[in-house]
């Protein structure tokens, strides 16, 4: 058995590490149900899987049994062994074994392709590899689920069944990425917002989330705080329609790019679209007048709704809908200005994200295949990205190929509490929107000139960013955005009245208080409280009533002890002021 240490860092390791596993998989199936056909079985992130196309429909018991063949194979140490096969003889060879799906991918290659097999003991699998030297090196796995997929993603082909895994090189990592896994289930935030009554997603709306009086609570005190900073900062607040006629997005490139992604309607014969991004609304307010060089740089926000058609199956909760509101900015400057501007955003998307205790990455992703401009154009975008990643001191990787079809960008992905890692805030640069819709404003020289674009968000999507905030904080919110910051249950109800007095005086001070006075016990209550995630729960009974206090509980740090009623408030009023994570 190999004992050298699997160094799991190393993409490339993962990949072959886990590439491999799904070769032993499919032996262990093979090995169980010899008549099952084989389809793909690739590496993802976090495991892997392999599509299987067999009459017995696979239970949890049955993935005990595959698990336990495969370490069969794991103590066995084979070899995995690379040959090749003419691509005739390679059809003859997947042909006896009845392999239909390894058949057709076959014919599917090119006619120059080298076709390839491992070999693994009695298993032999059509792959292009990599693949770990043997068997013996795959030290913990475990199988996860079973789903339907079709053959080829084509709902018109035959449903297989796909089993999902994953593999580390130590059963402790396999335990600790379990665990992770078990505790991101209790803190999805589908289920939280559910238990707190933030949000509802219906059938009557697939990818259409209704905000409800709590979650309202959250988001506009995201959005007030939206406002504050962005006045800090010199941007002007505007406001776009939703619905533009179909010129527009021909004008900006959108019909061209992203139509297959856009809702379109009719008014009057004529053809509109609802909106997919903010930008070419605030290109047509900057269109409204002409302008200096002394007015930039010129900063405009916006918190717009926009809607693209997702795919049914891609739809998960408020993480990714049909319909969302972007906390988009449009900023316009003269060429010298756009260091500065990039640099300027990038520290104000640290300050937000370092407010929330988010650590974050950022990608520099550089030009896609299907994009507008000149080659000339994209390294000059580039190279001032580049430039302004140097000045803030942040490291950055490279994303080839990841840009926006109108110019390369900067994309922070913050990382929760779990260590998963989401795409919110975004730097675009843009030098093509301003060529199409030609945008000019009045230099020093009284020549009219093209200005530069940054099209930039923080949140991302206000939707997606209250589903994060959730699922990090586990529904315990920072007490600034808690829908419900103080909630006092009484011990019987004739302590109602010394509550209700407390209430006043916390609904005068600003706080979000409910009143539990309902003749439950005091077990029931607090049950129920701690389940809603009440920021602090205060349990009024003689004692407190007699000398004006309370006895209070913080759902983050637990019990605070008795404390007088004017404390406990000037300690949430401060609390809230530093809008403390």
């Known amino acids: 058995m190999a004992k050298e240490k699997i160094n799991f860092e190393d993409e490339d390791v993962r990949l072959r590490y886990r590439h491999t596993t799904s070769h032993i998989m499919a032996q262990a199936v093979k090995h169980l149900w010899p008549d099952a056909k084989l389809a793909i079985g690739p590496a993802i992130d ?27 194979i794991i103590q066995a140490n084979y070899k995995l062994e690379r040959f090749e096969l003419p691509r005739e003889e390679a059809i003859k060879f997947m042909a006896e074994k009845d392999e239909d799906y390894k058949v057709e991918l076959i014919n599917d290659l090119p006619e120059d392709a080298v076709i390839s097999f491992y070999q693994q003991g009695d298993f032999v699998d059509l792959c292009a590899g990599p693949h770990m030297d043997s068997t013996g090196q795959i030290k913990a796995v475990k199988l996860m689920s079973v789903a339907g997929a079709y053959w080829r993603g084509d709902e018109h082909n035959k449903m ?11 059963q402790e990592e396999l ?63 505007i406001k776009t329609p939703l619905i533009l006629n179909e010129q527009l997005w021909r004008t900006s490139g959108h019909w061209d790019h992203y139509k297959d992604n856009m809702y379109f309607t009719k008014i009057d014969d004529q053809d509109y679209a609802i909106k997919p991004m903010n930008c070419p609304g605030s290109l047509l307010c900057y269109k409204r007048r002409l302008w200096s060089y002394r007015d930039f740089p010129i900063r405009m926000g916006e918190l717009g709704q926009v809607h693209r058609h997702e795919l049914s199956g891609a739809l998960h909760g408020l993480m990714r809908v049909r319909t969302f509101t972007q906390d988009d900015s449009h900023i316009f400057m003269l060429p010298e200005q756009v260091k500065d501007e990039i640099v300027g955003v990038a520290r104000f998307i640290d300050d937000v994200y370092s407010m929330f205790g988010f ?23 580039e190279d001032a990205l580049r430039e302004a990643m140097k000045e803030v001191g942040a490291p950055y990787v490279i994303n080839e ?59 991302g999507s206000i939707e997606r960013f209250i589903g994060i905030l959730t699922e990090h904080f586990a529904g315990k919110f920072p007490l600034w955005l808690a829908p419900v910051q103080v909630k006092l249950l009484t011990v019987a109800e004739s302590f109602a009245d010394y509550a209700e007095e407390v209430a006043k005086k916390c609904e005068e001070a600003g706080l979000r208080t409910e009143l539990d006075i309902r003749n439950e016990k005091i077990g029931y209550k607090l049950r129920e409280a701690r389940n809603e995630r009440v920021s602090y729960i205060c349990v009024i009974g003689e004692r407190e009533k007699e000398a ?34």
């Open 548 to 581: 004006g206090t309370l006895s209070v509980r913080s759902t983050k740090v637990g019990e605070l002890g008795t404390m007088p009623v004017e404390e406990f408030i000037a300690k949430l009023t401060e609390e809230i002021k530093s809008k403390a994570v």
């Open 359 to 381: 650590k974050y990455h950022i990608e520099l992703s550089t030009r896609p295949e299907d994009s507008m401009g000149t080659d000339e154009e994209w390294n000059t975008a």
């Open 175 to 237: 335990d600790e990425y379990i665990q992770r896994l078990e505790e991101a289930k209790k803190r999805d935030h589908r289920k939280i917002g559910k238990e707190m009554d933030l949000f509802m997603l219906t059938e009557e709306g697939p990818g259409f989330p209704f905000f409800l009086p709590k979650g309202m609570i959250i988001r506009n005190e995201l959005e007030n705080f939206w406002r504050e900073e962005h006045r800090k900062r010199g941007y002007q607040e």
């Open 46 to 72: 976090n495991g892997f899987y392999y599509d299987i196309d067999m009459e017995h429909k696979l239970s949890d018991q049955d993935l005990l049994k595959i698990q336990k063949e495969m370490k069969k």
């Open 160 to 170: 297989l069944q796909r089993i999902y895994g994953t593999c580390f090189p130590s």
């Open 401 to 459: 190929g990841d840009g926006a079809f109108y110019g390369p960008k900067l994309d922070f992905h913050l990382e929760d509490s779990l260590g998963r890692t989401w795409q919110c805030g975004t730097i675009q640069l843009d030098m093509q929107m301003p060529q199409r819709f030609d945008l000019t404003y009045v230099g020093p020289d009284n020549e009219k000139h093209r200005p530069v674009m940054i099209h930039r968000v923080i949140f």
